[in-house]
């Protein structure tokens, strides 16, 4: 299966939720959505990368 990036940042916000312990990546990775609607390749870099470390310390599995 192959996944645009804008179809993987929604199905991962949908997997987290409203989950409070995820409210820190949840925003990182709105603000990596909107940078792919408008904004830079290297602030969308920034923001998943920064998504993926706190969803990380959310729940390091």
Known sequence: ???TIEEAVAVTLDAIG???DYAEAR???TEASTA???GTTAEVQWY???ALRLINDS???
Request: hydrophobic letters at 45%.
């Open 18 to 20: 409203d989950d409070p």
């Open 59 to 61: 729940c390091p599995i």
């Open 27 to 29: 925003d990182a990775l």
């Open 36 to 38: 792919l609607a408008s």
């Open 1 to 3: 299966m192959t996944a």
């Open 48 to 50: 998943l990368e920064g």
